[in-house]
Nanobody, 126 residues
Framework: QEQLVESGGGLVQAGGSLRLSCVAS????????MAWFRQTPGKERELVSAISWNGGRTRYADSVKGRFTISRDNAKNTVYLEMNSLKLEDTAVYYC???????????????????WGQGTQITVSS
């Protein structure tokens, strides 16, 4: 059964760092395009970063470029999001997502993703 389980969220001061992990379960998990989205109350879920099945392609929201790094370890079926220089506006629920479709421009949108994690809260304080 396909499943995504996130970990690593929490409370951090502005300027600090956190690393999120997402373990994927599923026979074809290593072939999935993976991503991290985030959502705040009253707003749509937005793409933070995405990575192709072999890690060869990545995409970042402009707001996190240079601060966040996405990576994956297919031997562990795990995708990571390293977050540095965190800002107050990074506060959100972060979701891991998996798409069964090959890498494409449509992976900017949440509707392109097949499986979702339960979400993990990140709160950045001043």
């Amino acid at each position: 059964q396909e499943q995504l389980v996130e970990s690593g969220g929490g409370l951090v001061q502005a300027g600090g760092s956190l690393r999120l992990s997402c373990v994927a379960s599923g026979r074809t998990a290593s072939t999935w395009t993976m991503a991290w989205f985030r959502q705040t109350p009253g707003k749509e879920r937005e793409l933070v970063s995405a990575i192709s099945w072999n890690g060869g392609r990545t995409r970042y929201a402009d707001s996190v470029k240079g601060r966040f790094t996405i990576s994956r370890d297919n031997a562990k079926n795990t995708v990571y999001l390293e977050m540095n220089s965190l800002k107050l506006e990074d506060t959100a629920v972060y979701y891991c997502a998996a798409s069964i479709y090959s890498w494409g421009s449509y992976h900017d949108t949440s509707s392109s993703y097949t499986y979702w994690g339960q979400g993990t809260q990140i709160t950045v304080s001043s």
